[in-house]
């Protein structure tokens, strides 16, 4: 009996022992043997794993793996410590984090990891996505501008007269973020203009919003508050930053289900008094996939109910795809939308709109003779019809109200690709075609032309078709990162249809001087280990 009860106690004693030794010197996965050989590599830990398994791929101990991922972390510790935690890539980053969550039972029994740990996961937590802790100042421009055969308040053609103004806008803004996860905004506004007989002025909240910033994903946030909604090259949804700029009382939903993959979902309001009398919602969203640098595509859809003139039911929905694509130095965009909706229309009740447009751009940036140009081109194009030509539907008309795009030109001659009016006339849907070249004349002063011929698609009877042909130059010197300074001189040839219309062929001249400027104060946050 004796004898029995020793046996048993020994055979289990060795299992204990077998147990506990293979909790230990478990194998681990062959990827992450590789992995880890690799970081000892790059920081020149002072231990490596055996060739076999690190080359061959065999898999390793999970006592050796464990003592290699040490020697990384204290050279990584070493590195964040002289360079602050921003010097550590973001993917790098992860891959440390999950071979430590790998790891962490080994690296526990490892003499001097304690000491460390606190430090590690505070290197290892997902970094803040801002690195100050508040930043208080003030942006905008100050403007002076001139225009011939043009009245600048609203943009219309006036044969021979001729007016000056000068025109600011100012914004104070403070951005605090208080902990790692909010972000909280505030930006006034001061717009206005004045000169001869124009004079107005308005001072009011421009930004004023909180957004929560997921702490368990990268790039999950909930904004809500007053905010601008931009998105692309601002050919649909943009901000009017060259005046007084657009805003909505908004709720903004970011979700990123996949690492190159975020989806805006966003609702909100018109915000007055920034809307140029614009009532009504917008609502949608937008999706973007990076596919590498300057390759992606974006899909997006919203319901504008906006107009200055608002009638129940009246919306209309746009459809759109954006596709970039970057070869070397030359840079490609398409952007094809569809829009249906309802339209207003007091005499046959509501209409069903159905309209289309778009753009497609290319841009080549080279060195000539040790300075830098580009080159660019592009076509753009607004559905029409001869009906909204005549005044009787426009449900076949494109429009982008809120855009903020140079494709219709600097001057607002054109405002959108809906077309224009002038008298008593309306071209009913556009097609744009542009030319220009820019030159970096020296690291702080660059220079660019650019013309754009415009061409309607429908017009009354017995008018022309052709718009004119504008023509912009603009010389912009950096004076810092802070403040810039930027001279322009447009002019257009105006085209057969404004003769046709007004009974003028004067040309419309522009020119203006302005300086832009973003004077702030920040409070830097210490970097980990200062």
């Known amino acids: 009996m004796k004898r029995i009860v020793i046996g048993i106690a020994a055979a289990f004693a060795l299992c204990s022992a077998s147990w506990a030794m293979g909790a230990d010197d478990a194998r681990t996965e062959p990827g992450t043997c590789r992995q880890i050989a690799e970081l000892t590599r790059k920081y020149d830990s002072g231990r490596a794993l055996p060739g076999d398994m690190a080359v061959d791929g065999r898999p390793c101990l999970r006592s050796e793996a464990a003592d290699c991922l040490f020697g990384v972390l204290e050279k990584v510790l070493a590195k964040c410590r002289s360079e602050g935690k921003e010097a550590l890539e973001p993917e790098e980053r992860a891959l440390i984090l999950r071979l430590r969550e790998e790891l962490d039972a080994e690296l526990e029994s490892r003499h001097g990891y304690h000491t460390l740990r606190d430090e590690v996961e505070a290197m290892l937590a997902k970094p803040d996505l801002y690195d100050y802790e508040y930043r208080v100042g003030v942006n905008g421009f100050v403007r002076g501008e001139g225009a011939g055969s043009f009245r600048l308040p609203d943009f219309s053609q006036a044969p021979g007269h001729a007016e000056g103004r000068f025109l600011y806008r100012v914004k104070p803004y403070l951005f605090w973020h208080p902990v790692a996860w909010l972000d909280l905004h505030a930006e006034g506004q001061g717009y206005g203009f004045s000169g001869g007989s124009q004079d107005y002025g308005k001072i009011s909240l421009y930004q004023g919003f909180a957004e929560i910033l997921c702490p368990l994903r990268d790039g999950n946030s909930l904004k809500a508050g007053r905010q601008e909604l931009v998105y692309g090259s601002s050919f649909m949804l943009g901000s009017d930053s060259f005046y007084k700029g657009l805003v909505y009382d908004a709720v903004r939903l970011r979700i990123t289900p996949l690492a190159p993959l975020t989806v805006d979902i966003f609702g909100g309001w018109y915000a007055s008094p920034w809307s140029d009398g614009t009532e009504g919602g917008l609502a949608g969203g937008y999706a973007t996939w990076n596919i590498s640098d300057g390759t992606g595509l974006e899909f997006y859809g919203f319901r504008d109910s906006g107009s200055a003139e608002r009638h129940d039911g009246e919306h209309r929905n746009s459809f759109g795809v954006r596709a970039t694509a970057k070869f070397g130095p030359v840079s490609c965009e398409v952007e094809p939308v569809w829009q249906t909706g309802r339209l207003f229309n007091g005499v046959d009740a509501n209409e069903s709109i159905r309209a289309w447009g778009g753009h497609a751009d290319i841009m080549i ?31 076949k008309e494109f429009l982008n109200q809120a855009t903020d795009s140079s494709l219709t030109g600097d001057m607002n001659v054109v405002g959108d690709l809906s077309g224009l009016d002038v008298g008593d006339y309306h071209a009913s849907g556009l097609q744009i075609y542009t030319l220009g070249w820019g030159v970096d004349l020296t690291r702080d002063l660059s220079l660019t032309a650019t013309g754009r011929y415009f061409l ?75």
């Open 365 to 395: 940036d080279t060195d000539l003779g040790g300075i830098g140009n580009h080159f660019f081109a592009g076509a753009a194009y607004g559905s029409g019809s001869r009906d909204a030509a005549l005044g009787v539907s426009g449900r």
């Open 456 to 530: 309607a698609n429908y017009v009354p009877d017995g008018l022309s078709r052709r718009i004119g042909l504008e023509t912009d130059f603009t010389l912009t010197y950096a004076i810092s990162d802070a403040l810039s300074i930027i001279a322009g001189y447009d002019r257009f040839f105006t085209g057969r249809f404004f003769s046709d219309a007004s009974g003028s062929n004067d040309d419309i001249h522009y020119g203006y001087l302005m300086f832009q400027f973003d004077l702030s104060h920040t409070k830097p946050k210490k970097a980990l280990g200062k």
